[in-house]
C-alpha cells in the first residue's frame, strides 16, 4: 500500500498548533521578507507524527535488526549512552567557557585520553580529529613532520598494503605524499619479500590495518614494524579493527607508532549519517609533542589541581573546532566506564567468536578464500554459490533484506572478487546468528532453483533494486519515493 505523502493530507485551516493570542502591538514586517505563498502542508500534529515515525521506519537500523556490514562495525548503541550525554551539565555547556568553569568535562577529557592510551599502549592521546579518516590524515602529518623536523625531507612516500580501506591511500594524497601500494602474501598477511623491496629512505612508513580488512591478524606483524623502523620510517595503525583486540593486546606493543580510534566502531558512539564522530588519535612518546591541540593536560595551579588546554610544542596544529565532538566523546567515555577493562575485552572475545561461529557454518556454501584461518571480528566470503553460476554478490546482499538483514559490506576489499564481508559484532545471539546463517542458505538455494528471484530483489523494502550510482548522484529527496 503507497502510504500518502505529508503534502496529500493537507486541508485547508488544519493546524497541528494553536498559538497563543499576541500580547503586544502587531508590527509591520518588511514586505521582501514576506512571501504571499508558502506551500507547506496544513496537518493536524498526529499527521506530522505519523509522517516522521513512517519515516523513521523505513530504514533498517541496528535497533531493527542484525547490521553485519563488514569493516563498519554497526554496533549497539546502548541507550546509557544517551542519558549520560543528555546529563545537564555535559548537554548545556558552552564550547567557548572559561576552562575553570567546566572542568568536569575536561576531567572526563582527560581521562578519556588516558583511557585509550592504556588500551593501545600510546604515551598520548588527542581526541580531536572528528572520524577514522581524520585521524588517518593527523597521524600521517604527524610522521611526516616529525621526519621532517629530523632533516628527512627526501621522505615523501607511504605504503599501503592492497588490502586497505580506501581513505588510507586518500588521507595520504591529502597531507602531499605518495602512495606505494604493498601486495598481500597467500595467506592474507603483508607480502615481507615486497616490503623489503618497497623499503627505502623514501618511506615515510607504512599505514597497517591489523586485523586487517580480510578479518586476519597479520602474523608477522612483528617483522613488518620491524623492518619499517630499520628502514627510517613509522608505522601507522588503522585502528578501524580495534574492536577484535581490545585488552587482548595493544598496538603500541606490536610496534605501531601512531593509531587512530573510530569511536563510532570500537565505542559504540553513533555512526550518524555521517556525523558528528570522532577519530582519536594515539602516539609515542617520541610523537607526543606533535599531537593536534588542544590536548587536556592535568596541571598544577594556585587553585590546586585542574585539568587546562595545553598545545604540544611541535604540534601539526588545530584539525578540529574547540574540543573536538564533545557529545561523542561522553558517549565512548561512557561505554568504558560502563563495561570495564574485562568487559571491554569479552566484547572483543565474543565479537571473535560470533565471527568464527559464522564462518564455519558458512564456509561449505559460500567460499571463503582464507577460511582456513581463524578470523578475527569479520570475515571475507564470496557471493558465489555452486550450480548458479549467474549469481553475484550484489544478487545475495539485496536478498537478504526480504529477509530483514541489512547486507554485509559487497566489493570490499579489493582484492577479493565477489567480496561480501560479515561482521556480526558481539551483541548478536546465538539465535540472531543462526537466523541469519539459514537466510543465507536458503538465498544460496533459491540462487539455484529460481534465480531470478534474487537478480530482482529486494521483493519487500520501500524500492526495489536500485541503480545506486544514479541514486547518489541525483539525489531526489522530495519526490514520492514509497
Ligand atoms: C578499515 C577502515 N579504515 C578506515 C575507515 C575510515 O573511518 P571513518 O569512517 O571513521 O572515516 C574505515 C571505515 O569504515 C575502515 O573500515
Known amino acids: 500500500m503507497t502510504e500518502p505523502l505529508i503534502y496529500e493530507l493537507s486541508s485547508p485551516g488544519r493546524k497541528g498548533v494553536v498559538m497563543p493570542e499576541p500580547d503586544v502591538p502587531l508590527a ?6 514576506l512571501r504571499a505563498d508558502l506551500p507547506l502542508p496544513e496537518v493536524s500534529e498526529i499527521d506530522v507524527v505519523r509522517h516522521f515515525v513512517r519515516l523513521s521506519q523505513l530504514n533498517h537500523a541496528v535497533d531493527v535488526g542484525m547490521y553485519p556490514l563488514g569493516s563498519c562495525t554497526m554496533k549497539y548503541n546502548p541507550k546509557v549512552n544517551e542519558v549520560a550525554v543528555r546529563l545537564p551539565g555535559f548537554a548545556w555547556t558552552h564550547p567557548l567557557q572559561e576552562p575553570e568553569t567546566v572542568q568536569g568535562n575536561l576531567a572526563l577529557l582527560y581521562e578519556l585520553q588516558e583511557m585509550l592510551a592504556e ?38 612516500k607511504i605504503l599501503v598494503p592492497d588490502s586497505a580501506h580506501g581513505t588510507n591511500p586518500a588521507s595520504t594524497t591529502m597531507s602531499g605524499l605518495t602512495v606505494v601500494e604493498v601486495p598481500s602474501d597467500a595467506r592474507g598477511n603483508v607480502d615481507l619479500a615486497a616490503l623489503k623491496a618497497a623499503l627505502d629512505e623514501t618511506v615515510v612508513g607504512l599505514m597497517l590495518t591489523n586485523p586487517n580488512t580480510l578479518g586476519l591478524f597479520d602474523e608477522n606483524v612483528l617483522d613488518v614494524t620491524r623492518l619499517v623502523h630499520e628502514a627510517g620510517g613509522l608505522v601507522y595503525g588503522d585502528g578501524a579493527n580495534f574492536n577484535a583486540i581490545v585488552g587482548i593486546c595493544k598496538p603500541a606493543e606490536l610496534g605501531f607508532d601512531v593509531m587512530h580510534f573510530n569511536l563510532h ?13 570522532a577519530g582519536p588519535v594515539g602516539v609515542t612518546q617520541e610523537l607526543a609533542a606533535y599531537l593536534p591541540g588542544p590536548i587536556v593536560a592535568l596541571s598544577e595551579t594556585e587553585e590546586g589541581s585542574l585539568c587546562l588546554p595545553q598545545m604540544p610544542s611541535r604540534s601539526i596544529g588545530r584539525i578540529k ?18 563495561h570495564g577493562a574485562e568487559g571491554l575485552r569479552r566484547n572483543s572475545e565474543y565479537a571473535v ?22 578470523c578475527m571480528h569479520e570475515f571475507v566470503a564470496q557471493g558465489r554459490i555452486e550450480g548458479a553460476e549467474g549469481i553475484r554478490t550484489m544478487d545475495v546482499a539485496k536478498r537478504l533484506i526480504d529477509f530483514r538483514f541489512h547486507p554485509p559490506t ?38 539455484r532453483t529460481d534465480p531470478d528471484l534474487l537478480h530482482t530483489a529486494p521483493h519487500t523494502a520501500p524500492v526495489s533494486r536500485l541503480d545506486e550510482v544514479k541514486a ?11
Not at 567468536?353 to 581463524?374: E, F
Request: charge should be neutral.
Open 265 to 277: 566502531k570500537t565505542f559504540s558512539t553513533p555512526h550518524g549519517g555521517g556525523g558528528p564522530g
Open 28 to 33: 509591520e514586517l518588511p514586505s521582501d521578507l
Open 321 to 338: 573546532s574547540f574540543w573536538g565532538n564533545f557529545g561523542v566523546l561522553v558517549r565512548a567515555y561512557t561505554y568504558i566506564r560502563m
Open 410 to 447: 559487497v566489493y570490499f576489499p579489493l582484492i577479493v572478487p565477489e567480496a561480501l564481508m560479515i561482521e556480526p559484532t558481539e551483541t548478536e545471539s546465538k539465535e540472531t546468528l543462526d537466523a541469519f546463517v539459514a537466510a543465507l542458505l536458503k538465498i544460496a538455494e533459491e540462487a
Open 353 to 374: 567468536l560470533n565471527a568464527n561461529y559464522l564462518q564455519a557454518r558458512l564456509k561449505g556454501t559460500y567460499p571463503v578464500p582464507h577460511g582456513d584461518r581463524t
Open 472 to 482: 547518489a548522484r541525483e539525489l531526489k529527496l522530495c519526490a514520492p519515493c514509497y
Open 119 to 156: 588500551a593501545s599502549g600510546f604515551a598520548a592521546v588527542s581526541l580531536q580529529p572528528a572520524a577514522g579518516a581524520h585521524g588517518e590524515l593527523t597521524g600521517v602529518l604527524i610522521m611526516r613532520n616529525y621526519l621532517y623536523d629530523r632533516g628527512q625531507r627526501q621522505r615523501t
